[in-house]
T-cell receptor, first 117, second 115 residues
């Protein structure tokens, strides 16, 4: 079974600085999807970035980028120029491409990101 | 695009009553919707997966007679908590996947408090 591990329960960063959140996963599948979701205090889960495993190029979305290391099964999220609005819980998630998985997401435990003004 | 609404956002009910939570995909059709429960400071716990027009698939340990799920259309799924008890108090979140199901989009959640 697939698992997702976020080893950093909490991270803090100075506003305008760069921070990297770690995520590792375990799977025997060769094709899959990986996601980072953000959950601010409002508790609305927001998609930050998505990566397809068959794509070697790292996904980027404005200030957010990933370092996808397929062989190492690592999927870290880099946030550049951190802003106060980035303060949230960040969850890493894995999705199998198999229909019999019902396309469920396997979730990490989350990392709380604190932005220091 | 990819907006999911959830209603109500907050509900308080007496023990023994039933509560219905609606989840709607506003700008896309969702063949699959998911219902989660989230405890404070924890990750999401999947309760069930529903596909339009068929019975929901419940995760192990989730009582299907207590948490009734109906996915009657490609834009609407409902979760009914029957005979609610204080231990059912929690934050419930739905998500929906478009016809090409590579991404789940989430509703804003419902805070249920059972007195």
């Amino acid at each position: 079974a697939q698992t997702v591990t976020q080893s950093q329960p909490e991270m803090s960063v100075q506003e305008a600085e760069t921070v990297t959140l770690s995520c590792t996963y375990d799977t025997s599948e060769s094709d899959y999807y990986l996601f980072w979701y953000k959950q601010p205090p409002s508790r609305q889960m927001i998609l930050v970035i998505r990566q397809e495993a068959y794509k070697q190029q790292n996904a980027t979305e404005n200030r957010f980028s990933v370092n996808f290391q397929k062989a190492a099964k690592s999927f870290s999220l880099k946030i550049s120029d951190s802003q106060l609005g980035d303060a949230a819980m960040y969850f890493c998630a894995y999705r199998s491409p198999m229909m019999d998985s019902n396309y469920q997401l396997i979730w990490g435990a989350g990392t709380k990101l604190i932005i220091k003004p | 695009g990819a907006v999911v609404s959830q209603h109500p956002s907050r509900v308080i009910c007496k023990s023994g009553t039933s509560v219905k939570i609606e989840c709607r995909s506003l700008d896309f059709q969702a063949t699959t919707m998911f219902w989660y429960r989230q405890f404070p400071k924890q990750s999401l716990m999947l309760m069930a997966t529903s596909n339009e027009g068929s019975k929901a698939t419940y995760e192990q340990g989730v009582e299907k007679d207590k948490f009734l799920i109906n996915h009657a259309s490609l834009t609407l799924s409902t979760l009914t908590v029957t005979s609610a008890h204080p231990e059912d108090s929690s934050f419930y979140i739905c998500s929906a996947s478009p016809l090409t199901p590579d991404t789940q989009y989430f509703g804003p959640g419902t805070r249920l408090t059972v007195l």
